[in-house]
């Protein structure tokens, strides 16, 4: 079965620390990871992907995360963090199609708390 | 820019009342989909529509149906809320359904069964 793993309910940092939400998955075939955050009150907002190529991605407001095949990760990091970044974080899969269903897996959401 | 649009953003309903969701998306694109959020489940895929004129169950469809209006609506329909349905709704939109765009999401629809 496929899955997205995010074992952190909430991960407390300080501003002007770096940041990590860890993410896992399992699944059948190629994966294809994206990361969103989601404000209070507010649909979920793109952050960035990887598909192919190299292993790090940087995308929205500072953010990387690192794709490990090995260990079936991508953790999303950020090198200093801000309160604005204050959020809840989500890690989702899409597979690509065996027979024409292309789906995205969620994972259950990790709350970020940035203290000043 | 207005992207996807939900309406009602709250509503409070009676078990056995029946009501309908509204998403409207205005960039164009071909596929949209229905989610509900749990707290502590992420999103599951109630619904989606690959293409205009096409629906398919996603993995939580019962006692939901839906209808893509045209290229750019996409309702929900619930025809006998009952209390397990209460939650928040999100509605999304992408390019297409086979490619790996993200999907563009609006802001929920808060939904509260008695």
């Known amino acids: 079965a496929q899955s997205v793993a995010q074992p952190e309910d909430q991960v407390n940092v300080a501003e002007g620390n770096p940041l990590t939400v860890k993410c896992t998955y399992s699944v059948s075939g190629n994966p294809y990871l994206f990361w969103y955050v989601q404000y209070p009150n507010r649909g979920l907002q793109f952050l960035l992907k990887y598909i192919t190529g190299d292993n790090l991605v940087k995308g929205s407001y500072g953010f990387e995360a690192e794709f490990n095949k090995s260990q079936t990760s991508f953790h999303l990091k950020k090198p200093s963090a801000l309160v604005s970044d204050s959020a809840l974080y989500f890690c989702a899969v899409r597979v690509k199609p065996l027979y024409n269903f292309n789906k995205f897996y969620f994972g259950s959401g990790t709350k970020l708390n940035v203290k000043p | 820019n207005a992207g996807v649009t939900q309406t009602p953003k709250f509503q409070v309903l009676k078990t056995g009342q029946s009501m309908t969701l509204q998403c409207a998306q205005d960039?164009?694109?071909?596929?949209m989909y229905w989610y509900r959020q749990d707290p502590g489940m992420g999103l599951r895929l109630i619904y989606y529509s690959a293409s205009e004129g096409t629906t398919d169950k996603g993995e939580v469809p019962n006692g939901y149906n839906v209808s893509r209006l045209n290229k750019r609506e996409f309702s929900l329909r619930l025809e006998s809320a009952a209390p397990s349905q209460t939650s928040v709704y999100f509605c999304?939109?992408?390019?297409?359904?086979?490619?790996?765009?993200?999907?563009?999401f609006g802001d929920g629809t808060r939904l509260s069964i008695l």
């Open positions: 960039m164009n694109h071909n596929s």
């Open positions: 999304a939109s992408s390019e297409t359904f086979w490619d790996n765009q993200p999907q563009h």
